[in-house]
T-cell receptor, first 114, second 113 residues
Framework: ETGVTQSPTHLIKTRGQQVTLRCSSQSGHNTVSWYQQALGQGPQFIFQ???????GRGNFPPRFSGLQFPNYSSELNVNALELDDSALYLC?????????????FGNGTRLTVT | DAKTTQPNSMESNEEEPVHLPCNHSTISGTDYIHWYRQLPSQGPEYVIHGLTSNVNNRMASLAIAEDRKSSTLILHRATLRDAAVYYCILRDPLETSGSRLTFGEGTQLTVNP
């Protein structure tokens, strides 16, 4: 089975710009979630998509948005970038909405905002 | 969300067993205990999970206290590749966001050759 892949691996943006990060989930996984991981901290949940609809969000403002596509790919969009948005962004997929189904994470996109 | 408490760091020698503790005194009766680990420059990786009984898989064993207020992840023979941050996480099956994991800061495991 293919794993979760994310692109790009690294990205540098300027404050105020917009960014789109991409993720390709494992085939058959209908749920995708995104996490933000600041340096030295554990990942923080941003939101979750199930069958192309957002159905859970963490403590992140609306300028963080996402899309999920039928082909198991998804996007994280961040508008009006701030310096504090510099972090590792992780995508995770899982097979269904049943609790206990392990999450499969990609290796992330390292975003630097200058 | 119920919280977990883990030591910031632990050290082990290669080929020796490692016991990584986790306290979760406010665990609810339906919370599952999950463990993930994150190797350097990689995303988190699922290790094991359990509810009440001890669990074993090819990667590790999970020992759960009888009152469920603590658990221990056991790596039977540590290798250099096991050097990672280990996260103990509680998952509520009633949580509508099924893939919402609440990570703490985890335990940084160092394995000495």
């Amino acid at each position: 089975e293919t794993g979760v892949t994310q692109s790009p691996t690294h990205l540098i943006k300027t404050r105020g710009q917009q960014v789109t990060l991409r993720c390709s989930s494992q085939s058959g996984h209908n749920t995708v979630s995104w996490y933000q991981q600041a340096l030295g901290q554990g990942p923080q949940f941003i939101f979750q998509y199930y069958r192309e609809e957002e159905n859970g969000r963490g403590n992140f403002p609306p300028r963080f948005s996402g899309l999920q596509f039928p082909n198991y790919s998804s996007e994280l969009n961040v508008n009006a970038l701030e310096l504090d948005d510099s972090a590792l962004y992780l995508c995770a997929s899982s097979g269904d909405r049943v609790i206990g189904s392990p999450l499969h994470f990609g290796n992330g996109t390292r975003l630097t905002v200058t | 969300d119920a919280k977990t408490t883990q030591p910031n760091s632990m050290e082990s020698n290669e080929e020796e067993p490692v016991h990584l503790p986790c306290n979760h005194s406010t665990i609810s009766g339906t919370d599952y205990i999950h463990w993930y680990r994150q190797l350097p420059s990689q995303g988190p990786e699922y290790v094991i999970h359990g509810l009440t009984s001890n669990v074993n898989n090819r990667m590790a064993s999970l020992a759960i206290a009888e009152d469920r207020k603590s658990s221990t992840l056991i790596l039977h023979r540590a290798t250099l590749r096991d050097a990672a941050v280990y996260y103990c996480i509680l998952r509520d099956p009633l949580e509508t966001s099924g893939s919402r994991l609440t990570f703490g800061e985890g335990t940084q495991l160092t394995v000495n050759p």
